[in-house]
């Protein structure tokens, strides 16, 4: 006969080894879990950080080319401007010869007339007819200078208009200054087996087999612990 305390200790034993490899079991699934939980966490602060960093450096790109732009546009501006002064200028300096060589032609006229010997009505008639002719060329003479003075008001404003919507657009090409998004949750970590648990089990196992020798021995009839058929 098998001694009943052996077999009651494998049992107990062998009961004892699958609690022991269910609770190795169980911790080595919670730590794969709570490990790839924390992966998954890192990673998603790490593209969180990707994210604004690449959003920070296009937004910084977009600052760069608006500033290059201002440079860029004021010098096409300025071009416009000058050449605008340029041609008014050159409208001046066309009037201002004009009036000169008007007047030279006035005082030309009247110098002949004074040779010729005209005098009385004659000579006023002449001399007024002179004047009503510097007058007209004069007033020709301030009428191109107005014109040209209004289509270089008007031509700034075009160009300053110009320049202000243009830097308008760039500047609303920028965009809002951007910002880190919403963090992810923390993870959620499992809770593994228990150590105490676990204790606790091992001990019940072994006090059922301590049970179970007993019951299976003569000690359980009333004999003793020694005294078994072999």
Known sequence: MCNPVAVAGAKAGGKALGQIGEFQQQRAQTKAVNKGRANQYKNQLAMRELKYNTDVAAYNTRISDYNVGNLERADAASLAYQAAQGQLNETNRAAAYSSLGAAQGLAAAQGRAAARGVSGQSAALEQQSLMAAFGRDQALTMDNLLRARYAYDRGAARTRNKLM??????????????????????????????????????????????????????????????????
């Open 165 to 230: 919507s243009a830097n308008r657009q760039a500047y609303n090409k920028i965009g809002a200054t951007p910002i880190a998004g919403i963090a992810p949750p923390k993870p959620v970590f499992q809770k593994g087996p228990s150590g105490l648990a676990l204790v606790g089990n091992l001990a019940a196992t072994a006090a059922s087999g301590v049970g179970d020798a007993y019951s299976m021995s003569d000690a359980g009839n009333g004999g003793s612990w020694f005294d078994w058929k072999s």
